[in-house]
């Protein structure tokens, strides 16, 4: 079992910057990739970033250029670093964590609102 704790959501203007963390807990060494996930009303949930355990960044075209994932290994914990956003980036995130290719474990996801 993983457990995943999210922090850092909020309201920001446009424009503005906001990191997101993602503290692990429990069999933290099977963790193979992690990321965010998010999901606006209405629409279906979408890939925002991902790092595997070699380090391998992967980025959904709209976010490169503005968000920035990273982990530190010391602390379990991932970031999502979110710059220059903009109000369609409004969306509750969710971080993850996947120990095999269908076994996914889900933090308790936290609102972002970019405000115009």
């Known amino acids: 079992q993983v457990h995943l704790v999210e922090s850092g959501g909020g309201l920001v203007q446009a424009g503005g910057s906001l990191r997101l963390s993602c503290a692990a807990s429990?069999?933290?060494?099977?963790?193979?990739?992690g990321g965010w996930y998010r999901q606006a009303p209405g629409k279906e949930r979408e890939l925002v970033a991902a790092i595997n355990v070699g380090g391998s960044q992967n980025y959904a075209d709209s976010v490169k250029g503005r968000f920035t994932i990273s982990r530190d290994n010391a602390r379990n914990t991932m970031y999502l670093q979110m710059n220059s956003l903009k109000p369609e980036d409004t969306a509750v995130y969710y971080c993850?964590?996947?120990?095999?290719?269908?076994?996914?474990?889900w933090g308790q996801g936290t609102q972002i609102t970019v405000s115009s």
């Open positions: 993850y964590a996947s120990v095999a290719a269908t076994v996914r474990y």
């Open positions: 429990g069999s933290i060494f099977r963790i193979n990739v």
